[in-house]
């Protein structure tokens, strides 16, 4: 077969009607062996060794969520290993909505890079660096003494998770592991086996069981409600654009990866969505179904504190809170922590947001809201650095005689945010700043060849440099690692395992 089996772009209904042509019995499988086969941890991106570059982890999971949502067992043929790859390449050829359109050039690049970025992203995150997190986070960074919480009371992970988070993250560890080595499959009679016994030392089986059941397991018959409810709401926001869209919305295998009804015991399409599950994103979402919108305010006081303990870190600079300041009749508060460094001074502001569907979708509905998220984090990096330059007393003891650059930290990375595309509203930075997500600041903190205050001025110098990504700039630069995320892998059922390392580990 040749690389290039679609010498044309490919309408959504030609794609869907590929799939449907297999029962999803015969094709899901398929799918789950292979998205285990290219999806192990222990080397990066490993699809780009997969035939014709095609199997990427997520042309598979969309492969696999519109097989369970639109295909029928019905007078439908049995899937082959090349059926999947002529799925997968009519993905990779699937019409771009807007690229081709009559906007602005700038506008459409813009767009087509959110949907990019929001499609691909999420699968690029190290997988130990982003569980690690979840402890780190949710576990070990202490509420703020300031605030009173009114969701995360001692004992709110097991009425969240009907376990500790320990536990949780360790559970979908062991689903996440089986699912790799069983080509996308677990099945709970293993701990009927010599190293069930072994896995039921750790994590107790009922307690695995019940997890699964409570938030990882869903059925056929869900799938296809949940895709119904986003295609329709997705009709009232893209009009025209929403069957080319479609790919870019929420994929019902994120909330439940773990599938019934496909022979014994439950088949993962994606084991990958099974790990996520358990990383700040994942439970950043599962606690807004709980506890409503106090567990995301209440995340994001966490949140601010943890990037604290990781500024800490850093060798040789002193690192600042929060300062109450008045300007005329009002109280005001600075950016979250400033960071003092002998060549430069850092202001950080942190803000516990990821992108929503609208950012994904790249229109420009979700441009603006992107924006006006990030738009107050922005004024206050301008009013903090404003209060140094004018002396206020408050601020006497952050320098005004050296460079001075603002990092806007969010919980989850933002694409194209720093590149010099179109912005509605935005405000125009009075010193140089740049959008990072947490493990740019991870990362950041535990350089060894250099400096971060070295490396940040060397960028901002650089006009190409300044609009990449944080992340660019940290490649190939060495790192310590990460103790705050060390404590963190530390706490789960499965620490005695070698911890990875690299410039991408903890």
Not at 438 to 453: F, G, K, N, W
Request: with cysteine.
């Amino acid at each position: 077969m040749g690389a290039y089996l679609y010498d044309r772009l490919v309408t959504e209904d030609e794609y869907r009607q590929r799939i449907r042509r297999h029962r999803p019995s015969s094709l899901l499988p398929l799918i789950a062996a292979a998205a285990a086969r290219y999806g192990t941890p222990q080397r990066p991106q490993p699809w780009l060794e997969s035939p014709f570059l095609k199997y990427t982890p997520w042309a598979l999971a969309d492969a696999a969520r519109v097989s369970l949502a639109y295909g029928t067992e019905h007078q439908r043929s049995e899937a082959t290993e090349r059926d999947l790859l002529e799925i997968l390449a009519a993905y990779s050829s699937l019409k771009e909505p807007t690229l081709h359109g009559t906007d602005e050039p700038a506008v459409r690049l813009r767009d087509f890079m959110m949907r990019l970025g929001g499609e691909q992203m999420a699968w690029q995150a190290p997988e130990f660096v982003s569980l690690a997190r979840t402890a780190a986070l949710y576990l070990h960074t202490p509420f703020p003494a300031h605030r009173q919480p009114r969701c995360m009371v001692p004992g709110w992970d097991t009425e969240l998770f009907g376990c500790p988070l320990p536990d949780y993250v360790g559970t979908a560890q062991l689903l996440w592991g089986c699912a790799l080595l069983n080509a996308g499959r677990f099945d709970p009679a293993m701990f009927d086996s010599r190293d069930g016994e072994k896995f039921n030392r750790v994590v107790k089986r009922e307690t695995v069981l019940r997890v699964i059941e409570r938030h990882f397991a869903t059925d056929v018959a869900s799938i296809k409600a949940t895709e119904k409810q986003t295609v329709d709401s997705l009709t009232r926001v893209a009009g025209g654009k929403a069957a080319q869209l479609r790919r870019f919305t929420y994929n019902p295998l994120l909330g439940r990866p773990a599938v019934t009804g496909f022979g014994p015991g439950l088949l993962c399409p994606s084991p990958q969505l099974v790990w996520r599950k358990a990383t700040p994103a994942g439970i950043y979402h599962t606690g807004r179904e709980h506890f409503g919108t106090g567990f995301l305010q209440e995340t994001g006081y966490l949140f601010e504190e943890y990037i604290g303990r990781q500024l800490r870190l850093i060798p040789d600079a002193d690192v600042i809170g929060e300062i109450t300041h008045q300007v005329k009749r009002n109280k005001l508060l600075s950016v979250d922590w400033i960071v003092i460094f002998d060549d430069l001074v850092l202001l950080v502001e942190v803000k516990s947001m990821m992108p929503t569907e609208n950012a994904r979708l790249g229109l420009g509905d979700g441009v603006a809201e992107t924006d006006s998220k990030l738009a107050r984090a922005y004024r206050q990096v301008n009013g903090t650095s404003a209060q140094i330059d004018q002396n206020n007393p408050e601020f006497a003891g952050i320098p005004a005689d050296r460079p001075r650059q603002a990092l806007i930290v969010t919980l989850e990375p933002f694409p194209v945010a720093n590149a010099n595309l179109p912005h509605v509203d935005l405000p125009v930075p009075d010193i140089p700043t740049t959008v990072v997500g947490a493990q740019e600041i991870e990362r950041l903190v535990t350089l060894t060849d250099t400096t971060p205050s070295s490396l940040l001025l060397e960028r901002a110098a650089d006009p190409q440099r300044s609009t990449w990504a944080l992340n660019e700039c940290l490649t190939g630069h060495e790192c310590a690692r990460n103790p705050v995320l060390d404590q963190g892998w530390a706490s789960y059922p499965w620490a005695t395992a070698r911890l990875p390392s690299g410039p991408d580990g903890l």
